[in-house]
């Protein structure tokens, strides 16, 4: 419904040394700290008087998914997985974790990330004899394990990976054992904290404060950690690479409470919003975010520039995913359902508008609109990060380059399209300028260095 | 919460020349005829727009899946299935069709019946690189599919099954042609009908009437028949064997409107209720049915003995299966909650209440509880079916031989248990004199002679 | 959906001398045993924490309902309602007990019956200064008995009920107190029973029978009785009238394992098909009920006239009332997905065919469409009530006269009508020589003759 | 959950002076607008087919709601109501509109507002022979309307709603006219816009601004406004008084893109904070908002005192009202669960936090804890009120003086109490510097000056 890029999920593990009362409850917590990553499905599996359990539900972490926790159960492991519905099928079927009977044993898996190659994987393992019953990416690992001939699990799971060319941060789990894994490149965020007892993993360090968890470090590139019974052991692909870190997880999808990457996320967008104060050559009279995408890039720009911060635009938050347009006519609504903006802020005003981001373009073509006939003298858009010219095939869910405003159109000419008075994007190098360690990031959909081989 | 066995399932297809706009409601009916067979689940695949298709419910037929059915769809080819929870787990993941994507193309399996050996066969292709996801029998023979080398669909599938033994009826649709397959023993019931421009397949002849197809006849052991675009073809499985068709769709699972195995089970009812009024030594006033199980024997009997039949058990049909007992208390009432006695039937009589078989007890006892507080003189217990002393493993759902109340009591401790002042029961013999061809039907749960070897 | 009369409404309640854990349990239970007089919604109301609780849903006691129900209070007076949708709207603003806040206390009614009056009454009530709120006639009731000035809550109420002229039978609870009520013609059926500690009150008796309450006997026509506490004390409205029961309660109402008015209606319908039996002059093979309404009188039919009795047509029971037609073709199917022929029982034969009575005549001419199909000879109906020329006031739902088939045809007509061979009606005298005190009995469906001023 | 006062409901009107395709879809916008004043139940009426429609759903307007709205419906005139749970119950039975049959024809009421005296009112019409359904204050208004003597409606209105003591905003359809009201003393806001040949009226303006209707002004106290067919008349209640608006709608309840009473939500909050800033004795590094009560306060605060904004808290925006708490140690996690930390804005500063109000201070506890947890060097606490020390009697749902915090505690002992380092109210004068017309405003929550007798 709105013009944004989406990150392809959110994972979260825990892994005790005894049954704790607790896990199940701090397991659901960790997912609801990670529900902004995926609403279309919620699904969590522990180990439960010796078997694996899975329960799925579409929708919410506090919506129907609640009601079939078994918040009485006592466990020792589990894993939860928040799903966006990414370019295959939203249907349920691909809900995760999924779990898989194989040679190895009994295995439950969540994701978040993606492979390039998996449509050519997946028609190797399926000439090879290889049945597939979703269209989910973590069914082609399932695959490549269980033909791998070797009775060592650690051993064979490394083996596995190695031929699972792509970006991804996974949770295993088998019996009481959790295995936390980073793709080679480290390209998706998954940090470990420690808790009492044990060990804790979540794609982004909310969900460890949540249950109180310390968060001790992010996993390294080809990191595998192995956690059984308290005790964790770290072991490492073959062929680890430079680290090509995704940018976007600190342009737009984590949350600002959140460090990923060892990066604090609200840090890293104020100074986003800082070098858009630096290069901005516009003269305006007041600052405002597109909340709540923009909001600390804003703060940035208003503090570097000295030109005053104001809430222009006021969000509705009961939205939701629920909100279905019945009519043609409720879909020209559906940024003003969304977004509303606040006469005295915005009405004779020049103004710097500051987002994360375009990608389409077409929801910001409706805000300018909005300014604008709420009394806007000028609209100056700001995007905190550079213009998006190619699609990402690591995990985020970004349209054909076709699609992509900026891979077809200069800043002038997108100024144009949205009704701007002028467009102004970060530089890569700018953007390098706002993280600690610049070089372990991937900015391929900005300048199209992709680190794998993409279709 | 009933003390029956249950049948494993109902399927139902149909395959036209042509596109319809009828072939999603007609393959809704056909399941809707079914519904006695499964109440566990619903679903179907369809072919639209060049894809199979598949939705699935849990519950009835007319539950929430009839508002996910896509009744305004074209398409010629389809198929559905009714499940019964039956020994492997209830969970929904279970629920059929199955869709697999292998190297022979993508195709959904929905069956009735099972495989004797399924735990053994399950372990080697594990063993051998598959993958399990469901607990569901229908995987096996995707896996055993998947392995065969042969490119030509239809040699595959035969190899396939010849490799599935076990009592098993089939529907499978690949892209817009339907399988329907029997075992070679010809277990489990499955008859084709003709429609306008196609064929319909169905486990009971109720499901063609209501769509107005004309039942042509039941399928022979070991057929294969490929329908595509209006054309069916005939194959069989290699190594045929004697037909050993399940006594029991005729004693109870069946609908009496319907003809299985070529034999009206109205009329094979009918038989057996007169076969117990020749072999009867008491003198009754009154003849009644357990209802439903034992209506139509206890007409039977009626009619042979001159005993006048009348309806001294009233059942409550609002139960379905939403009734949950909140509280011990309740389970007491179980039975009483679906029967209740009519007083003026039962007062001061000397009964005959015909049901069908005898399983547990449990309910049975319950019964003559009831009908001896309802002033009763004489309880004598009837029962359509042999002794049940050997558990089925052909796709009827029974317990252990441990909890059969036949396999460790004679008929006299069988009435003591109940409380009945007699029990009898009709003889394998007598039995096989009820049907047109006895010969060609399996009584293993009888007498022990199982066809295929088991656990 | 399908072409029969209605009951508007069971009503079940209990009072008890203590607090008791199985209240509210044998309340349910009590309901659910009542289902059949309504399926539209179910609602209770009990005494617990010194207030009266209100708890109502859409559909059957055993769906939504049974979530809502607190059956872990204890409580010592509850009433309960199933509700029919009558001649007002289905709207669920309607659905009993409903609540009451007025001058006297606060108090619930649960009602079955109908006031001929009610627009009139209400108007006058609403001129006056009333307010109303919902649809439902008890709402007149409860502004009659606002009205009165008299502080004596037990004669305040009997002087309210004399001015509030109709069919009904209520209960109402007040406090700890539940009133049970019938109107000075005791047209419609309420009994009383005994249990452990209080008493019962019922539409029918197999609501007491699910409890284990002893069946006392029918309130009297006019009677009031009001229990507290253990303690019933008997009263009575002024004038009261010879009785005008509901003679359709014994034709098609009630459960066949119930009393009503102190009738079996088991017997009552036996009767009922023997006297068919009596009058019939056609020569037939088989004889037929249409299930279920039928069949009690075919088995009367049948043993009077000793031709064998059969089961030619199978009902489908997993219909309820969840089945809504997605399409117009599918409304043609209706009667087909209810009843089904048993070829081997019609076919060739001259088949007399028992129901219970004829309204539109709109199902019997699809059923002998049906039967013929199936190779039926010749198809003779039999009803088991007279013809039916006039709409009920008194709380059956008729259509209107226009719509009764035979206000406009004789049976002769009627019989070509629906293509059968021959219509037999009962006559009025008939049906009379079927009950024990048929003087007691309304018949003005059949001969026009209202004991109440109608519209 | 969260230690909040809280509106009682948000009211949306449409008139319009001809049928519309469009009228039930702004009606529905219009709620959707005011969702924050009510999350507990959404409902509105609409004339359709010359009859009062009304439909009503638990939970939001996006939710269940949604799928009963008959968006393919022309109307001309419809209300809507969002519903927040009073002290009252929040039995779904009080969900409004509520529909009333009358002596003056049927009409609907949404109301937004308390009566102080509606205890005593209802019991004086109880004994008068009124009956109350509901536990609504509407019933009130009914009964009084209903019972007096005159045929001219609009009088009858009048005199109905000066015998109507409180403080309301009331929307009142009767046909195809609605009613807009206010009570004497102008208490609860509502507004009145113009759209394409009608009117709208709404509780705040950004519900006027999602249909695009243009806002004319405020309701005067004691207005009523009776819109029909495109014409709008005001008449006025006798005894008018000066104006007694509520002041917490600017300091909390109203969303900051609303001008309501004719002030800017936004503006009013601003001066709020630069107030505090004035008022401020604490060095501070760093100014926060508690999100999203204290936000524009927030920004007031740094922009008059120079000390930098920024953003310490993230809110968790998808709890919605689902979020119920499986065990007694989640409780604990409340405030957690809803609010996060950004350590690097916390650690180590001395942290000026702005909220709106203290009622119980259990929230603000928590987050001081919070805080000092991430490593904030000192908490001083801002509250852009004064202290709340008497309840509200007129439509804000405050607790008990007892409940109280600051009816209680002074400053240094309610800091003492939630652990802060200091806290800081506005002054009663303080606050009347906020607004552009003072005198026009209630401030009893602060000063115990009540216009209107209470309890």
């Known amino acids: 419904m709105f013009d944004k890029v989406n990150d392809e999920c959110g994972i979260f593990g825990i892994s005790l040394k005894e049954n704790s009362k607790d896990l199940i409850e701090n397991l659901y917590l960790g997912m609801f700290a990670l529900q902004h990553r995926g609403q279309e499905s919620a699904g969590m599996s522990y180990y439960y008087n010796n078997k694996l359990e899975v329960i799925k539900s579409k929708g919410l972490v506090a919506g129907t998914f609640f009601d079939t926790v078994p918040f ?41 990330g993606s492979i390039p190659k998996a449509k050519q994987l997946r028609e190797e393992l399926i000439r090879d004899g290889a049945i597939f019953q979703t269209e989910s990416h973590v069914e082609i690992l399932a695959h490549i394990l269980s033909k791998i001939k070797n009775d060592n699990f650690e051993e064979a799971l490394i083996e596995a990976l190695s031929k699972f060319e792509g970006a991804y941060s996974i949770l295993i789990q088998k019996d009481d054992m959790v295995i936390a894994i980073k793709d080679r490149f480290g390209i998706r965020p998954l940090s470990v904290g420690e808790i009492e007892n044990g060990y804790a993993f979540a794609s982004e360090t909310n969900a460890l404060d949540l249950i109180s968890a310390k968060n001790v470090r992010e996993l390294e590139p080809g990191e595998i950690i192995f956690c059984k019974e308290g005790v964790a052991e770290s072991k490492f692909l073959p062929n680890i690479q430079p680290p090509k870190q995704c940018i976007f997880e600190l342009v737009y999808i984590a949350r600002p409470d959140s460090t990923v990457f060892g990066e604090s996320v609200h840090t890293a967008r104020v100074n986003m919003g800082k070098k858009l104060a630096i290069i901005n050559k516009n003269e305006v009279d007041v600052v405002i975010a597109v909340p709540d995408s923009g909001n600390v890039a804003a703060l940035g720009f208003s503090k570097e520039s000295g030109v005053g911060l104001d809430y222009g635009l006021i969000r509705n938050h009961y939205i939701g995913r629920t909100f279905i347009r019945p009519t043609q006519d409720m879909r020209s609504f559906a940024v003003r359902i969304k977004l509303n903006p606040v006469k005295p802020v915005v009405d004779g005003k020049r103004m710097a508008v500051i ?21 806007a003298k000028e609209v100056h858009m700001f995007l905190s990060s550079p213009e998006v010219k190619h699609s990402c095939f690591f995990g985020i869910d970004t349209p054909t380059e076709k699609e992509l405003i900026s891979a077809n159109k200069n800043p002038e000419e997108v100024a144009k399209e949205i009704g701007a008075d002028s467009v102004t994007f970060l530089r890569v190098e700018d953007l390098k300028g706002c993280v600690k360690e610049p070089d372990k990031f991937c900015f391929a959909c900005f300048d199209g260095n992709y680190c794998i081989e993409v279709e």
Do not use: C, W
Not at 359 to 370: A, E
């Open 355 to 375: 987002d994360d981001s375009l990608v389409r373009g077409t929801t910001s073509k409706r805000i300018v609109k909005m300014l604008k006939e709420a009394g």
């Open 72 to 112: 009485n159960r006592e466990a020792k492991t589990g894993i939860g997985h928040t799903r966006y519905p990414s370019k295959y099928s939203s249907n349920f079927i691909n809900a995760q974790p999924l779990l898989f009977n194989l040679n190895k044993g009994t295995i439950t898996i969540a994701k978040n």
